[in-house]
């Protein structure tokens, strides 16, 4: 076995191929679906899709539902390309096509399991109001962090005894 | 909550705290920073924990009995002091759990401004 063949077996060994749908690089862009719905509608789903750092992002409108620049989670953990619609309660699982101008796989809306395929149209198209949220989440300044105890809220709350509060439990999506 | 409340109550003695707690699986320290610009008011600090301690030490004093407290809006008056382990009963509340907390009125931002500001002038 000559040098060339050992350093061959070595790349193989340490460097394995990615599996087909992990952090396709070709998946950045502005996508478009046509998703036909129960009741006879098909709206649009657009959804921009792009790195932001090292994390994949994304973003959707309905402009049928007046639905606009709402966040999609974007999961790349396994073979397949996996986006959550939170404000639609949606999930889509797929794969990219070879060629990479097509996504394609079942969008899941829970009361309904919908082919879906999506065609990339152009470059993607973030808004600056996506954007700007996208910094806010890097920002760790934003929100303090509670003991599970919640003691830090306690000591706050008795150390403003003289002012009327407003205590909001919520969930950030 | 911003527009109905907060920049209705142009008054230093309302604080606010938002505590952003991970109920739904893309609940995260993320998306509680995401979610502090809308309540940029400088009177509401915001919190995130990363368990749902918080939320159900919260049960107790809201009478809520199928998940930790959130959706929900709890009103303190001046001098109520929280003592226990657990926080105490708000003087008034509001939430969006719709039937799962039958006895407390939906949230209403102008209902609930409103009782804010007669709070703060009853403590004047």
Not at chain 1, 16 to 39: K, M, N, Q
Not at chain 1, 101 to 113: H, N, Y
Not at chain 2, 62 to 76: C, G, H, K, R, S
Request: hydrophobic share 40%; proline share 7%; charged share 25%.
């Amino acid at each position: 076995m000559n040098t060339v063949q050992m350093l061959l077996i070595a790349v193989l060994v340490f460097f394995p191929r990615h599996s087909a749908g992990s952090e396709p690089s070709a998946l950045a862009g502005h996508w478009i679906a046509d998703v036909p719905l129960a009741d006879g509608k098909t709206p649009k789903l657009v959804v921009d899709l792009g790195k932001l750092g090292s994390r994949w992002v994304g973003e959707f409108d309905v402009e049928e539902f007046g639905v606009e620049n709402y966040p999609v989670h974007v999961d790349l953990s396994d073979s397949k390309v996996r986006l959550h619609f939170s404000a639609a309660d949606g999930d889509f699982a797929g794969e990219l096509s070879p060629g990479g101008d097509r996504l394609t796989g079942m969008l899941d809306l829970s009361e309904q399991k919908i082919a879906v395929e999506f065609q990339r149209v152009g470059a993607v198209e973030f808004s600056e109001s996506f954007l700007q949220l996208e910094a806010a989440a890097d920002d760790p300044s934003k929100v303090q962090r509670l003991s599970a105890n919640g003691a830090e809220l306690r000591k706050r709350f008795n150390a403003d005894r003289d002012k009327v509060r407003l205590v909001m439990l919520l969930s950030p999506t | 909550m911003q527009q109905q409340v907060l920049e209705t109550i142009d008054s230093k003695k309302l604080v606010a705290y938002a505590v952003w707690e991970p109920i739904l699986r893309t609940d995260d320290e993320r998306s509680s920073r995401k979610a502090t610009t809308c309540m940029p008011d400088k009177r509401v600090r915001h919190y995130w924990v990363d368990t749902q301690e918080v939320g159900k030490s919260f049960q107790p004093a809201i009478n809520l009995t199928t998940e930790p407290a959130w959706d929900v809006y709890l009103v303190y008056p001046p001098g109520q002091q929280w003592k226990e382990s657990t926080p105490p009963p708000p003087e008034f509340l509001m939430h969006q759990l719709g039937e799962r907390l039958p006895e407390a009125p939906a949230l209403d931002g102008e209902a609930l401004a409103k009782h804010l500001q007669q709070v703060i002038q009853s403590a004047q």
